[in-house]
Antibody, heavy 121, light 109 residues
């Protein structure tokens, strides 16, 4: 079945870096754009980034632009989020989500269970 | 991009109907027919309930319906059931970005 599994979360000091991964299975990974979405403690969901299926285009929320970089390795069916210059406000559960493409346009139709990032000294 | 506005809470008794609103601007909700609704239980993956304003994915009960008027989208849950409890989020495409609502906690009394 379609599955997304995030990993790489943990506790990191402010100003340091962390890389998250999202392993995809059960579908043709390269055919789907992918998203990162986060949820800070006690807060709502916040869209972070999208990358097209071929990796040719990437979009970011203003809150992470210039600090976070999304990439993918279609040969490994894996999505990445490189997070640099981390701040306390980046503390959140990070979800990866599949874009529904033509079947569900501009929709995140499948989500992982998330990985927790805590930025603290 | 500011978050979409949702009521923080909503409630209803079993069998009743409840509607959750989601208000944005002409740059997001009002500008595109790409509003989605998600059900989220803490610690679990969010689940798509409605996409493209009013389309229901297979497996989602027809008790769930969506609509939009101007800059406000709505999710209606008819015939409330206990398993409908949870947090509901709307989101809208906003031109190479997406914006979420703050979430609504739905309680079945």
């Amino acid at each position: 079945q379609v599955q997304l599994v995030e990993s790489g979360g943990g506790v990191v000091q402010p100003g340091r870096s962390l890389r998250l991964s999202c392993a995809a299975s059960g579908f043709t990974f390269r055919s789907h754009a992918m998203h990162w979405v986060r949820q800070a403690p006690g807060k709502g969901l916040e869209w972070v980034s999208q990358i097209w299926g071929d990796g040719s285009n990437k979009y970011y929320a203003e809150s992470v632009k210039g600090r976070f970089t999304t990439s993918r390795d279609n040969s490994k069916n894996t999505l990445y989020l490189q997070m640099d210059s981390l701040r306390g406000e980046d503390t959140a559960v990070y979800y990866c989500a599949r874009d529904g493409q033509q079947l569900m346009k501009y929709t995140m139709d499948v989500w992982g269970q998330g990985t927790t990032v805590t930025v603290s000294s | 991009q500011s978050a979409l506005t949702q009521p923080p809470s909503a409630s209803g008794s079993p069998g009743q109907s409840v509607t959750i609103s989601c208000t944005g601007t002409s740059s997001d909700v009002g500008g595109y027919n790409y509003v989605s609704w998600y059900q989220h239980h803490p610690g679990k993956a969010p689940k798509i309930m409605i996409h493209e304003v009013n389309k229901r994915p297979s497996g989602v009960p027809d008790r769930f319906s969506g609509s939009k008027s101007g800059n406000t989208a709505s999710l209606t849950v008819s015939g409330l059931q206990a398993e409908d409890e949870g947090d509901y989020y709307c989101t809208s495409f906003a031109g190479n970005s997406w914006v979420f609502g703050g979430g609504t906690k739905l309680t079945v009394l």
